[in-house]
């Protein structure tokens, strides 16, 4: 490593200059850019780590917005990228077929929860959660029950950006300016373990959220489509972890209305929660499963919604007009798909589910020193999802956000050779499972001194 090279950062300015005249980021106030927000060029990756163009290395420790599962530049999925493409780079999949998309969705089928049957295939994660909304309420539609048009959501969820996806999400920092153009959900209680009451547990947390979403049902489960909800971990929410046993009461309470159940596992599956999907902990099976991130290795982007046979059967006529009439020019993309099949090929032949549980046990150890900082109000972990929840001192209480401490540590953590985007306040470990001990080591030494330098000074 080349730490600080003149040529290099001359060559790392000479790239964020070229980027700022002409680019405009997601998720960000390009005012803080340059200053108080430092932009990274980056030139190439390998396993955990990015390599800067300013001759420093950063791990990746948020698997590069929870996209990368084992590691950048991994060369099976790279190679199998790089063959599809020398074949069948693309064609429309209205009309036709490939062998990728085939395999993808028998693998799929045969991996997810059992009695899901079909694959619908999208190009992010936003547009299968649209997907699954527009198939839950047509297909009802299809079958001549019209009144149902409401969607139930939980309180703190995230479901994406499109207009469709940021209805059904509750975080008012991306939703709050759109509102007058959203379809208006009904909110459930999250069953989020962080708002126990004292002396609550993490089950009857979930029982009371359970309680309140049967209220909510005997009153309007008549109009209602669909339950959407992100199982075990509500991750853009700021890592709010919950008890299993809501999604067992939730699978329950949406087959009494005859409603169905979406599991957005976007973040969370593909072995995030400790499973290969959050679902098996509570052992049900949703109606839609919507899968994205994880699904091509964090190569290319690639979606997919798995359902049941019912539900597919709803549209089939003589009629076009029941049909489901929605594509992307992508779907179905070969290469996306032959990454996708790469990557589900590395958890047949690897006991990548294993590994992952000593890693998860790692990180354990090494997080709950941290804990003892006195504004670190609760280290919270399900699998290979770690949190830190930063509060003010000795308390529950929320840190003012003037103070701007997740952006503080972020910054911080950066100058330390660590990337840890931290959600609000929550500062989070979400690495790709291909991460060494050596790194965790350091991931756990550079994350107290971030903690340490936000919540001291950097206001
Ligand atoms: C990231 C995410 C989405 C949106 O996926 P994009 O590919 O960013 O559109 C939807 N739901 C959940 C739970 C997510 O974490």
Redesign the pocket.
Known sequence: MTMNDPTMLADAAHWRARDLAVLWHPCTQMREHPETLPLLPISHGRGAWLYGMDGNRYLDAVSS???NLFGHGEPRIAAAIAEQAQRLEHVMFAGFSHQPAVQLAERLLALAPPGLARVFLA???????EVALKMSFHSFFNRGDTHRRKFIALHN??????LG?LAV?DLPLYRRIYAPLLIEPLFAPSPDAWLAEPGESAYHRAVRAADALAAMLAEHGATVCALIL?PLV???GGMRMYHPEYLRRARTLCDQHGIHLIA?????GFGRTGTLFACEQAAITPDFL?L??GLTGGFL?L?AVLTSAAVYEAFLDDSRDRAFLHSHSYTGNPIACAAALATLAIFHQEPVLERNRATAAAMARLAAPIGDHPNVAEVRQTGMILAFELCQSHSREALPTTQRTGLCAYRAALQRGVVLRPLGDVLYWMPPYCITDDDLNHLARVTASAIAASTRSCA
């Open positions: 917005w929870w996209t190009d992010n994660g936003s547009a299968a959660v969820g995230y479901h994406g950006e499109t996806a999400g992100e509500q991750c853009a957005d596992e976007i973040a969370v919507c994205s991130k982007p979606s």
